[in-house]
């Protein structure tokens, strides 16, 4: 086997004795570097975004730490690192793994995304790829995962070798921060730009919370007559700055929170919201509008459909005799409503549910959506909308990635609905929003089809939308229930059936998260205001019920900061909303346990 080494000795000496191919060997590897921070995990994952990792000191393949990272449900467990690199550059990527199907890849090359994988790896495996990055790339994102369901994997040793960066120097602090127009729930921010800026970050209380490109900023999701301090730094490829001198501002007076919320301040403080049988029949019974108790403050009629997915032509069908014996006549359900709205009960039609797909793939969808929802609203004197999109109603178009700008078209057709719905109805027009968990709190790990694709498209697909209307949005109330599990706050599954899943749940929505990890991208905190938990009323309602008991310790937990299990919310609201439950039908069904509860707890 060492046969050819003397011939390569020899060839070896001959190239060196060449001057001008020594000084070319010595810029070319000069040149190249290992751009990965902390490949070897040996300062924990430090420069890396692990939510489902940590790191073990046995195996490894050298020094004295690995990654160990497990899939669980739907996550594959990827650990990524976004890398600053030169533009059209040659790159390798490699590194050392163990375990069963185990990925190694890079993403946003601006070119040919790479991966390379390996089915079983009993022992240290090498993997390696190359690529080139495109003309304008600027940055990369390398990765490794394991494989839904089998079991945990271990990475060592990743490297990525290619042509460092010009990094050049950050910029200066910015200066001349001022804030503007201030309402209820958001502050608008400007300052002078920085020379050689790239970007911006915006600081909130000294936590990052957002960026921009331009010179600046609105921060909303803030609470009503609450003193803030704002700061700003500047950004470019060699880092970010110091932060500016800070400035104060205090948000305006506004009930409950106030800041818009179509129709918000006409709630009491504490609400109790439920859906209402009303165009079907089911083993709960038919309930009669005029017997709804008056506990419950929003009621949503349960459904408005669509003719076809894609029509965006909504019709809401009362429940036929035939179905429903009890059913009142239409004159007499419209008393009913005006009877609700005099006692200062808000009613809504809600549209979709499970069976309702409603797909606005054009602009002919909105607008009939429009149109339709404006007469169903008119024809019974309602006080605005539930959206209630479920199953494969919202999803996001592959490179649909940041969900501030969103681009894909079913996307951008509702928030348009919507948008001219509020206008149309004005200030009072209720909107609320009952999405599933996948469709939000996924969004803190995978956002649409992923970086590298392969991703669910619905992962996170409600953010854009309520992103683009939460200073029109009256109540968001997530669907606790059917639910898998979901990583929180603290990087830990949380699973339906106790008080922990319900704090950490509406904890992300409070508190605000990184979209699938990316700290440049946060979904900044609603108003508690606007936040209701949803859960179902008995356990014929839906998988996810509680307990009264574990219903006030997730009360106590959220708005006292007492009797908190074990999961820890990052601060306490005593102006939550309240609650929403499935369903008036089946609460009244089960005795009326989710009214009392409410009632026992709000008062």
Request: glycine share 12%.
């Amino acid at each position: 086997m060492d046969r050819f080494r003397p011939v390569l000795a020899v060839l070896t000496a001959a190239l060196l004795a060449v001057p001008g191919i020594t000084a070319l060997s010595s810029a070319a590897r000069a040149a190249d570097a290992d751009l990965a921070r902390n490949g070897g995990f040996e300062t924990g994952l430090d420069g890396w975004t692990c939510p489902a990792g940590t790191t073990v000191d046995t195996p490894v393949h050298s020094g004295g730490s690995a990654l160990r990272a497990t899939p669980a449900g739907s996550d594959n467990a990827q650990c990524a690192q976004r890398v600053t690199v030169r533009p059209d550059a040659q790159y390798t990527l490699s590194g050392w793994v163990r375990g069963a199907y185990v990925y190694l890849g890079a993403s946003g090359t601006g070119t040919t995304d790479v991966s390379t994988w390996t089915q079983s790896a009993p022992d240290w495996q090498r993997l390696t790829t190359t690529f080139r990055t495109g003309p304008t790339t600027s940055s990369v994102t390398i990765y490794t995962h394991g494989w839904y369901g089998t079991g945990a994997y271990y990475a060592d040793d990743l490297t990525l070798t290619g042509p460092a960066a010009d990094q050049g120097q950050p910029p200066a602090a910015p200066a001349g921060l001022t804030a503007g127009p201030v309402t209820s729930a958001s502050v608008a921010l400007s300052w002078t730009a920085v020379p050689g800026a790239t970007g911006y970050a915006v600081y909130r209380d000294g936590v990052r919370t957002q960026t921009a490109s331009g010179t600046s900023a609105t921060v909303t999701g803030l609470t009503a007559a609450t003193a803030y301090s704002f700061q700003v730094t500047a950004t470019n490829a060699a880092g970010e700055s110091a932060r500016s001198a800070a400035v104060r501002a205090t948000t305006a007076t506004g009930s409950g929170g106030g800041g818009g919320g179509g129709g918000s301040s006409d709630l009491p403080a504490h609400a109790l919201v439920g859906y209402l049988h009303s165009s079907f029949a089911n083993g709960s019974g038919y309930t009669r509008l005029a017997d709804v108790p008056d506990s419950w403050d929003v009621i949503d009629l349960a459904f408005g459909e669509p003719t076809s997915a894609t029509s965006g032509d909504i019709r809401f069908d009362r429940c036929p005799v035939s179905e429903c014996p009890t059913v009142e006549s239409d004159a007499d359900f419209k008393a009913a409503i005006k009877a609700k709205q005099a006692a200062g009960k808000k009613v809504l039609i809600s549209i979709g549910g499970a069976n309702g797909q409603v797909q606005l793939t054009t602009t002919a969808a909105r607008d009939a959506f429009v149109t339709s929802v404006s007469k169903i609203i008119d024809t019974w004197g309602l006080d605005g909308l539930d959206v209630d999109f479920e199953g494969h109603s919202l999803s996001l178009a592959a490179g649909d990635t940041d969900f501030r700008n969103p681009t894909t078209p079913v996307v951008v057709n509702l928030i348009s609905a919507l948008k001219t719905l509020k206008a149309r109805y004005g200030a009072r027009f209720v909107l609320t929003m009952a999405p599933e968990t996948f469709f939000v709190q996924m969004g803190y790990q995978y956002y649409g089809t992923g970086p590298w694709g392969g991703q669910d498209p619905r992962c996170g697909a409600y953010l854009p939308v309520i992103h683009a209307l939460r200073d029109d949005l009256t109540l968001l109330h997530v669907q606790d229930y059917n639910s898998g599990p979901i990583m929180g706050l603290d990087n830990q599954y949380h699973s339906m059936g106790g008080a922990d899943f319900h704090t950490a749940m509406t904890d992300m929505l409070l508190t605000g998260f990184p979209v699938a990890g990316d700290p440049n991208r946060v979904f900044p905190p609603l108003r508690p205001d606007q936040v209701a938990i949803g859960m179902p009323a008995s356990v014929n309602a839906g998988n996810g019920y509680v307990a009264p008991a574990e219903v006030t310790k997730s009360l106590d937990c959220l708005t006292r900061g007492t009797g908190c299990g074990g999961y820890t919310p990052h601060g306490t609201w005593p102006a939550l909303r309240g609650l929403m439950t499935w369903s008036v039908n089946w609460d009244r069904f089960a005795g009326w346990e989710f009214q009392r509860t409410f009632d026992g707890y709000f008062g």
